[in-house]
């Protein structure tokens, strides 16, 4: 029972219906999973005789002991985990549950090295298939509405609009009636005309557009800055692309008075994440090719003042190769939930932007800059696919000669779609003067609904009167009640998908609260580098959504409610003690 708990069986959680599924993945053709029974079983009986027994995981080799409670593999905290897969290949005598073989893989899979096995995104995405009945997803970052009337009626249109041959190949670099359409916003938006031929490329979402920056900029070995934590998709597409992640640290600053990691109550205190110039100065060397900039930033919600932009304005000009561009991903823009009270960092009102600044405007930096942004978070139609990039000619012309290579063109449709919707989300839009308006007080509603049902459950949230916001995610603190709730042998548990192959405090209580409370959230260890999440950096923190319907915050709300609620269990001291070792690590790392 307690190997089929392990991925990928372990929500099946009866015992009879553990057995059922084990003998039907014996009759079935799955012989990876069939071998990794096999000798999952032969290390499981051994521990339950009382032996002393090493697994092999991940190519490494590891203590493992047999939890009374729920019989998962424990690995020891004196193994070595940051040894999985450190020869960039997977050597698991059990099989993998990606089927990789590194070693006679192509250039780009060898590069993602072991990225190229389970992932966060798997791993969480194979709960919520599995569980989707019974499951309250503030997971994954995509609305579960429809876009708005207006932006389906644009697609019922264009989708007719037989004159003009929308089911065919349009235009490679984007559909002439969506780059006029951006060039006129931009220029609004950047104080500068920006040529729609020349300065504008469409692609097929925002992932595509940062995909395509990096393959025309980044040559082996030159290396990209990002600020930890990052939305992990920026760590693999550099690598992709030849070059080197260098991290720089945002650093996470409490509300309380002194700084220090509680209150004088005792409970962990919310706070904000601040970029430290000094940081990025000394991280940035002649080999610095581009600087990957989020705001607002996923996964904390956090703005970047416009203070802290023109701190990295000035380290670009004083420090960075000529070459060495900034890539600037916009893609929730619109979503800014709490703008600064400052005046000056309110920008772009006239252009129904209120508090976001596009770090393109800045003196001197349209030159160093290409602007990513979606239509997919704006419109609430992730499935559209459609992203572009902005910029000097100089930039943006490869990635115009790059594009016909990796596909003919984004959707036709959507992108005739979308030249029809961005009129219309201009004007009055359900009692808001615009859309965006509308758009804006409907995520402040659902972000102070979650931020409730949050404090209740002992997360401890940033306090959007003191730190300016946007974006759909909610960077939650883990509060000491919720630590307690959590089982301590579900900590420090041989996890594939985790960074460094252990599911650490922030991945086991995502996992827990998954499959025995109904509640999906994103552990926050995949944002930060591998060697600061193994380190404890980001132990603290998970990442909650609140893209979703009222209903299914409420669920999750009374579902969280619960976890805190209910009797102390006999594990609490021991998962308080791992919560307190955890949190003294983080501490230190920061």
């Known amino acids: 029972v307690g190997l089929i708990q392990k991925h990928p069986l372990r929500t099946h959680k009866t015992e009879q219906q553990c057995f059922e599924r084990c003998f039907k993945v014996f009759q079935s ?72 073989d590194l070693a006679n893989a192509g250039e780009a899979t060898q590069r993602l090295g072991a ?22 997803n503030l997971g994954q970052g ?17 989708a007719s609009d037989i004159a003009h041959g929308p089911h065919q190949y349009t235009r490679t670099a984007g559909h002439p009636n969506l780059v006029n359409q951006l060039a006129n916003r931009y220029s609004i938006h950047l104080q500068r005309e920006v040529d729609a031929m020349k300065q504008v ?33 920026y760590n693999n597409q550099v690598k992709l692309a030849g070059g080197k992640p260098v991290y720089v640290p945002l650093r996470f600053v409490p509300y309380s008075d002194d700084n220090a990691a509680t209150a004088e109550n005792g409970a962990l205190t919310g706070g904000t994440w601040v970029l430290d ?74 252009a129904l932007c209120d508090g976001h600044i596009h770090f393109a405007s800045l003196p001197g930096m349209w030159d160093r800059t290409i602007t990513i942004s979606s239509a997919g978070k704006t419109f609430s139609a992730t499935g559209w696919q459609v992203g572009w990039c902005i910029g000097p000619e100089r930039l943006v012309a490869p990635i115009h000669q790059l594009l016909p290579y990796v596909q003919f063109c984004a ?59 946007g974006g759909f995610f909610i960077f939650a603190r883990i509060g000491n009640e919720i630590r307690k709730a959590l089982p301590a042998e579900c900590v420090n548990v041989a996890n594939d998908a985790a960074p460094g192959g252990v599911a650490r405090l922030d991945w086991a209580l995502c996992q827990w609260m998954a499959e025995e409370k109904g509640v999906l959230c994103i552990p926050s260890s995949p944002f930060f580098s591998p060697e600061r999440a193994q380190a404890g950096a980001s132990d603290e923190f998970v990442r909650i959504a609140f893209c979703k319907q009222d209903e299914t915050i409420e669920e999750a709300a009374e579902k969280l409610r619960r976890i805190t609620a209910s009797p102390a269990s006999e594990s609490d001291d021991g998962a308080a003690a791992a919560a307190t070792v955890a949190a003294e690590t983080a501490k230190a790392t920061r």
């Open 29 to 100: 053709e799955r012989s990876d999973l069939k071998m990794r029974i096999h000798s999952l079983c032969t290390v499981f009986l051994l521990a339950s005789l009382g032996l002393e027994v090493e697994s092999f995981v991940g190519g490494a080799r590891n203590r493992v002991k047999i939890s009374e409670l729920r019989g998962r593999r424990t690995v020891s905290t004196t193994s070595s985990s940051s040894s999985l897969y450190e020869s960039g290949r997977i050597e698991d005598p059990v099989g993998t549950e990606s089927g990789v």
């Open 115 to 136: 990225m190229a096995g389970p992932t966060v995104w798997t791993e969480f995405g194979r709960i919520s298939q599995e569980q989707q009945d019974d499951l309250a």
């Open 142 to 158: 995509f609305p579960d509405w429809l876009p708005p009337k207006f932006a389906l009626e644009s697609l019922v249109e264009a």
């Open 201 to 233: 490329a469409v692609t097929v979402g925002a992932s595509q557009a940062l995909y395509l920056s990096l393959q025309t900029l980044i040559q082996p070995g030159d290396e990209v800055i990002l600020f930890e934590p990052f939305f992990d998709l």
């Open 277 to 350: 110039e000094q940081e990025l100065r000394k991280a940035i060397s002649p080999n610095t090719k581009a600087i990957v900039l989020n705001s607002p930033h996923n996964p904390t919600g956090k703005l970047f003042s416009r203070g802290e932009m023109e701190s990295i304005a000035s380290a670009l000009t004083d420090l960075a190769n000529p070459n060495c561009v900034v890539l600037s991903d916009e893609v929730y823009k619109y979503i800014v939930h709490a703008p600064p009270k400052d005046e000056k960092e309110r920008n772009g009102e006239s």
């Open 411 to 469: 959707s036709t449709i959507t992108q005739d779609a979308l030249a029809r919707s961005l009129p219309k989300a201009d004007m009055p839009y359900e009692g808001y003067d615009s859309y965006y308006h509308y758009l804006k007080a409907k995520y402040t509603r659902k972000r102070d609904l979650l931020v409730t049902a949050l404090k209740d459950a002992g997360f401890a949230v940033p306090d959007y009167s003191k730190s300016p916001g």
